[in-house]
């Protein structure tokens, strides 16, 4: 439940950072306490215009002697501190930038061209998913760095980043890093990364992105297209506006079915012995479905390899998470004048944005139980009343927004109907028959629903004072 309740999620996270001094610990507690409640909003109104919390939340904020990254650290090791609940864990990775054009942008660092104006950061991150049901665990890393004008001026190769992340999570997690399967997409495809993963026995998924030469002198994508299929499975590729390289004009790609063949081998490339899975769509002439992934996980029948290509699938729920970061908690709005004071807020701004994805899994969890076959377990918690998630405050502006539920009624909506609810707030139509809302159609729904939780409980003090 503390996710839920902002006074708890904020000491959970931030109660252990090593400031220096408790009371400074004490403020980033509250600061972040009034940021949960009120995000994507500026410090301002997050602490509603009251002058000694807008000074206290400030002096943190330019407090030279506490670092950004103590921040962080107390937000991972909080994380760390729940993996024992799970059985097996995904840690996705992924990086991104922090954009901004303002007088900041000078002491910040390149994104595109030398003369661009946006500038900023480049990060990379680590989220830990539950293996069973693939809901956000918390983040466990990132690491945070300034691009040089000049590529001969940067301290050591970005590729480094993997690795690093893998070093940071092993020391976090110890005995439990036995768990974590990483998963990364195609850039993450470097020798000595998957050296490293194997030298400290741990376990991966990779998208393959180089047609490396094998033992026996073969090419990998050659050699696993001769392999004998184990089987195939069908998926739904959604409707989507696709851009011809060529020409640059977006046309649409209506929704269709794909049937994909699988096949799997074991390989070696010196000094690597990893297995090879390959999915492949069957009949399809233009934007053919295919990927290579690269595993330390078991792929002798059919079944296991699906498990692969499931986990990989997780994968996407790193770009969610920075469109959270952006969108839900408004970590690229934020109008700091100093480099420091701006990562500070952006530091905090990471783990709100990590809760808004919580919040909605907390609502959305029965499609990834059924996915995993899990049918009667979904349809409990579809069925299970959203108080557990909703203050009370919250669902009852539900059902008065809602004009097919009766306005009258007491009842408490389920965890279906509230997450229905808050998806036709943000604008939800379905256009693509698949029932699940996009995360800033879902983020939308959930601002609207804050914005007018402001005026309701506002309304309620007046009526108090009132009578």
């Known amino acids: ?22 009371r400074r610990t004490n403020r980033l507690v509250n600061v972040a306490d009034l940021a949960a409640k009120s995000s994507g909003e500026s410090i301002a109104r997050a602490c509603e215009g009251i002058d000694s919390a807008i000074e206290g939340a400030y002096r943190l904020i330019r407090n030279e002697h506490i670092k950004p ?17 799970f059985d097996e864990i995904i840690a996705i990775d992924d990086t991104t930038s922090l954009s901004y054009k303002h007088s900041v942008a000078g002491s ?7 003369t661009d104006k946006a500038r900023g950061w480049w990060v990379h991150s680590t989220l830990l998913l539950d293996g069973l049901t693939t809901k956000t665990i918390g983040l466990i890393t990132q690491d945070w760095w300034l691009r040089p004008n000049e590529y001969a001026e940067s301290d050591e190769k970005e590729s480094g980043k993997w690795s690093d992340s893998s070093y940071f999570m092993r020391n976090r997690l110890g005995s439990e890093m036995k768990k974590v399967i990483s998963v990364c997409d195609r850039e ?49 590729v959604p409707q989507k506006g696709v851009r011809n390289k060529r020409t640059g004009k977006v046309k649409n790609r209506p929704k269709r079915k794909a049937k994909l063949t699988v096949k799997t081998a074991n390989i070696t490339i010196k000094p690597l012995n990893i297995n090879v899975i390959h999915a492949e769509e069957i009949g399809a002439e233009e934007d053919k479905l295919s990927w290579t ?18 986990i990989y699938t997780a994968r ?32 905090v701004l990471a783990f709100i944005g990590v809760r808004l994805l919580q919040l909605k899994e907390a ?6 139980l059924k996915k995993n076959g899990l049918m009667k377990e979904a349809e409990l918690h579809e069925n299970t009343k959203c108080d557990r998630v909703l203050e009370e405050d919250e669902w009852k502006l539900l059902l008065y927004l809602q004009p097919q539920w009766s306005v009258k009624t007491s009842t408490i909506p389920t965890l279906k109907e509230a997450y229905e609810a808050i998806a036709k707030l943000g604008g939800f139509y379905d256009s693509k028959r698949t029932g699940i809302a996009s995360w800033e159609t879902i983020w939308n729904g959930w601002s609207k ?17 009132d009578k």
């Not at 609502?363 to 990834?368: A, G």
């Open 108 to 114: 910040l660092g390149k994104l595109g061209k030398e």
């Open 1 to 22: 439940m503390s996710i839920f309740q902002t006074s708890v999620w904020a000491y959970n996270h931030f109660s252990n950072a090593k400031l220096g001094d408790t």
């Open 363 to 368: 609502l959305t969890v029965s499609i990834y």
């Open 69 to 85: 990254h103590e921040i962080r650290n107390s937000g991972f090791a909080y994380t760390a501190s729940q993996v024992s609940e």
């Open 293 to 310: 992934l690269l595993t330390t996980e078991p792929v002798n029948n059919l079944e296991a390899a699906m498990k692969i290509i499931d």
């Open 188 to 236: 993450a495809d470097f020798f000595d990364y998957m050296v490293d993963k194997l030298d400290h026995e741990e376990r991966f998924v990779i998208r393959a992105k180089h047609n490396r030469k094998l033992e026996d002198g073969t090419k990998l994508f050659d050699f696993v297209a001769t392999q004998e299929s184990i089987g195939s499975y069908t998926i739904e």
């Open 449 to 465: 629903l804050q914005d007018t939780l402001i005026g309701y409980r506002a309304a309620k003090e007046f009526m108090k004072i």
């Open 316 to 347: 996407w729920r790193i770009e969610d998470f920075h469109k959270s970061w952006k969108t839900g908690a408004g970590v690229e709005r934020l109008r700091m004048t100093r480099a420091d004071n701006l990562e500070r807020v952006a530091s």
